[in-house]
């Protein structure tokens, strides 16, 4: 199993522009989750999926959109880019009740919007 | 709302010695995850804690966590340079019927050879 993969890994944008960062899990897990973590700071959830077609805003969602068409894939989409999202964004997934708990993360895409 | 308070926030100590990180969150949760992250990686799970009581233990590291207290500790003992690292808390929102995670702020440690 490759676990759960993101790209891109690094990427720069400039102020206005679009991107979507990919996320696949290759665990069969229901739940996902992105995240984003500030420069020496903890993690703050943008957004969840419970299932596929079914996603909630986390405790940082503005700026931010999601789709959940399969189990396997929850793209993070970035509307008219500003720095205030230069950060490093994390993937992850879980299946609660089963054999997995915890989450498990992806490698992270480091953004930086100039 | 859920909070999540870790103390302390960064933690500098000698190799040898012992030290627990405290992780306090403000509402009921009866379970609790601790995470590591090492420099410029992603983080991975470190201890799952189910249920109140709970203690696990690996090598130099043991969790534990009282859900009446709201409170999770993570007890280092002896304490080498390969435990240098940042230590997440994060408990679980499922009493709050949402799956919203907050994660504690952090525990930089950094153990001096």
């Known amino acids: 199993n490759a676990g759960v993969t993101q790209t891109p890994k690094f990427r720069i944008l400039k102020i206005g522009q679009s991107m979507t960062l990919q996320c696949t899990q290759d665990m069969n897990h229901n739940y996902m989750y992105w995240y984003r973590q500030d420069p020496g700071m903890g993690l703050k959830l943008i957004y969840y999926s419970v299932g596929a077609g079914i996603t909630d805003k986390g405790e940082v969602p503005n700026g931010y959109n999601v789709s959940r068409s399969t189990t396997e894939d929850f793209p993070l989409r970035l509307e008219l880019a500003a720095p205030s999202q230069t950060s490093v964004y994390f993937c992850?997934?879980?299946?609660?009740?089963?054999?997995?708990?915890?989450?498990?993360f992806g490698p992270g895409t480091r953004l930086t919007v100039t | 709302e859920l909070k999540v308070e870790q103390n302390p926030l960064f933690l500098s100590m000698q190799e040898g010695k012992n030290y627990t990180i405290y992780c306090n969150y403000s509402t009921t949760s009866d379970r609790l995850y601790w995470y590591r992250q090492d420099p410029g990686k992603s983080l991975e799970s470190l201890f799952v804690?189910?249920?109140?009581?709970a203690v696990k233990q690996e090598g130099r590291l043991m969790a534990s966590l009282d859900t009446k207290a709201r409170l999770s500790t993570l007890h280092i003992t002896a304490a080498v340079h390969d435990l240098s690292a940042t230590y997440f808390c994060a408990p679980e929102p499922r009493n709050s019927g949402t799956y919203k995670y907050i994660f504690g702020t952090g525990t930089r440690l950094k153990v001096l050879a």
């Open positions: 992850a997934s879980s299946f609660p009740g089963q054999s997995s708990y915890e989450q498990y």
């Open positions: 804690l189910l249920s109140n009581g």
